[in-house]
């Protein structure tokens, strides 16, 4: 018998580990499985339901309103109010000289900008 180098042992050792690696897995996988299968069929002999048509609510009958129901929400989504915009006349950006407050407007103390370059 031939004596191997050290890093075919090496390359052996990590193929045994990564075979062995995945029998663990595959027994696991099987293991986990038969469990759910066993565990679903005393749910179901309970009276627990699993399928998807089971478990759906029945369709929505048909709206004769749903035209102007989409309408008013398309106009509320026009006039929509995003905090995450700066346009809104309360929230303009500081002019040049002077500092904003990253507090919410309110508090009870002064929320007014506070002049920094005054002399």
Not at 8 to 32: E, T
Not at 60 to 65: G, I, R, V
Not at 73 to 83: M, Q, T
């Amino acid at each position: 018998m031939a004596k191997r180098s050290v890093a075919a042992k090496i390359w052996l050792g990590l193929g045994a580990c990564l075979v062995l690696f995945a029998g663990l897995l595959w027994l696991s996988h099987r293991r986990a499985a038969k469990s759910l299968q066993a565990w679903k069929a005393s749910m179901a002999a309970e009276g627990e339901r699993f399928g998807i048509d089971e478990l759906a609510p029945p369709p929505a009958l048909y709206d004769a309103n749903a035209g102007e129901l989409i309408a008013a929400v398309n106009r509320l989504r026009g006039h929509a109010f995003d905090p995450g915009s700066r346009n809104h006349p309360q929230e303009q950006p500081a002019r040049p000289g002077e500092a904003r407050r990253d507090e919410p407007r309110w508090h009870y103390y002064e929320v007014n900008p506070v002049r920094t370059n005054d002399k």
